[in-house]
């Protein structure tokens, strides 16, 4: 365990670190973030023994710092420093036999196997045992940085220093690296302590971090508990966002560079209506929240294609075929939201809301001969996919946080489940009256300038006018669905 108690550092009669105390336990992986000059190396290599403080006390596993003979520091804790002197000419096994001086009784002895061995294994852990036999000096940066890595993991250290270790690595290494530190942190308890700039590098593997401002702590404790928008944007002076990590819980932070050129708006879209599809392009792009088929989940998109298809239509892969498709069409499926649908498209429904509301834009196509009743579905036997859907689009000129896209498909939601009651649109298997189909899908479009709406239920002048015209555009497009095929 490392204990710092009321640490001040100083050069000269400048204070660099100021009365900072905490604790790093035995197998923990801490990470020290901050602005350039906060202080972090500078505490770095007070831990390390390099520097001594003007005040306070280091100690490691309850004995001061300075009661270790600098041998024994060495076999308890290997520094990785920011910039090291890599002009000498060893080869590379050289350079990480140093790795294995504290474990020598004399120079004279020489090597012994575990010597070896722990070299060895410390040049594979790393991806540099290719490079055993050249000069320290013939490696790019990356290379020489995993090389010094290996030297300090040869040293057999319980405790590792690392000082921006990720730098000059390409992102593959990267994460090569902290994954092998987080692994060795579980595994071998080695306690690591590591300067990081990369916030999301430090969110994603450190099991606490310390923030550092100007040589004083802004915050310590968990990544989720210190990476708090507010607290980043403050000390680094930027502006940023936090986000969730998709696949981990933890934070993400994202930037926003400034934007140079124009924003999406409604008077530029370009529509094209053929039996085929509708399609709907726009030269700037729009925030996306749909169910699609091609571009689900939250993008941004500028082309929009809603796919006429038989109601027989079946593919074994949907997505392959549909992107087959849009590549046939001049379309990128990378750059496309696209939906079907086994409804006329000459019976879809496109309106604009009113000069005085929030500026929207709507497109919905209905199919209900598929229409399922939400309340008695789990009656139905298993689902069988298909084509009576109904596809709805709601483009908002304005910034919505992402709460609003999922109260503008709640709304959204229930005006439709409205119409098709007030359409007595019927669950063939229930004979209740349906609330959607089973293949609806939905998407929220908002250029994200403008006017912020921070909601989008029912009550709030974007909801309002979203579930006036999904309501009203869900009902035409049903009418003539029906007038349609009753005269088939
Ligand atoms: N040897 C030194 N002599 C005098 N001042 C120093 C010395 N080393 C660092 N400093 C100063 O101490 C302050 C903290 O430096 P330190 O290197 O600890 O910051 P840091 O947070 O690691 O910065 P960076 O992110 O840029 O690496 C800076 O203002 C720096 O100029």
């Not at 050069?11 to 100021?18: A, L, S, T, W």
């Not at 040049?123 to 290719?130: H, K, S, V």
């Not at 598929?370 to 689009?393: K, L, Y």
Request: hydrophobic share 40%; with cysteine; net charge negative.
């Amino acid at each position: 365990m490392i204990t710092c108690q009321n640490i001040t550092i100083q050069y000269g009669q400048e204070k660099v670190v100021n009365n900072l105390s905490f604790e790093v336990n035995q197998g923990e992986m801490f990470g020290i973030i901050g602005p350039n000059g906060s202080g972090k190396t500078s505490l770095l290599k007070a831990i390390g023994g390099g520097i001594i403080p003007k005040e306070g006390e280091i100690m490691i596993d309850h004995r001061d710092l300075s009661a270790y003979q600098s041998k024994e520091l060495a076999r308890k804790l290997a520094v990785l420093p920011q910039e090291s002197d890599t002009a000498f000419s060893y080869s590379v096994w050289d350079v990480v036999a140093l790795g294995r001086y504290p474990h020598q009784k004399g120079w004279l002895q020489g090597i012994s196997k575990r010597d070896e061995d722990m070299i060895t294994q410390a040049l594979l852990q790393t991806d540099t045992y290719q490079f055993r036999t050249k000069p320290l000096q013939q490696l790019s940066g990356g290379e020489r940085q995993r090389v010094l890595l290996a030297r300090a993991l040869a040293q057999e250290p319980d405790i590792l220093l690392l000082d921006e270790p990720t730098n000059h690595l390409d992102i593959s290494h990267q994460m090569g690296l902290l994954n092998s530190l987080k692994q060795w942190s579980h595994e071998r308890k080695l306690t690591v302590i590591a300067v990081l700039h990369d916030l999301n590098m430090a969110s994603l593997y450190c099991d606490r971090v310390l923030l550092l401002n100007e040589g004083s702590s802004v915050a310590l404790g968990t990544p989720v508990d210190v990476m708090e928008e507010k607290q980043l944007e403050g000390v680094y002076q930027t502006s940023l966002q936090r986000k969730e990590h998709p696949a981990v819980p933890s934070p993400l932070i994202t930037f926003t560079p400034e934007r140079t050129e124009d924003f999406a708006v409604i008077k530029d879209l370009k529509v094209e209506r053929l039996h085929e599809w509708i399609k709907i392009e726009s030269s700037q792009k729009w925030k996306t929240l749909s169910s699609a088929v091609i571009g689900a989940g939250f993008r941004w998109h500028h082309q929009f294609v809603n796919r006429h298809v038989d109601k027989n239509y079946s593919a074994d892969n949907v997505e392959m075929e549909y992107g087959q498709y849009l590549r046939e069409k001049g379309l990128d499926p990378n750059d496309t939201l696209g939906m079907m649908t086994a409804a006329f498209l000459e019976d879809a429904s496109i309106l604009i809301s009113k000069p005085s509301s929030p500026a929207i834009y709507v497109m919905i196509s209905a199919g209900v001969s598929n229409a399922v009743d939400a309340a008695t579905a789990h009656q139905q036997a298993d689902w069988i996919p298909v084509m009576g859907t109904i596809n709805i689009w709601v483009f908002i000129e304005g910034n919505l946080p992402e709460a609003a896209y999922i109260q503008a498909v709640m709304t959204v939601t229930e005006a439709k489940a409205k119409a098709l009651h007030d359409e007595h649109v019927i669950d063939s298997v229930s004979g209740t009256i349906a609330t959607g189909t089973s293949t609806d899908s939905v998407l929220i479009a908002s250029s994200q300038s403008g006017v912020r709406y921070p909601y989008a239920g029912t009550i709030t002048p974007l909801g309002k006018e979203i579930a006036r015209l999904v309501y009203k555009g869900t009902r035409d497009a049903i009418k003539r669905n029906k007038i349609r095929r009753e005269s088939l």
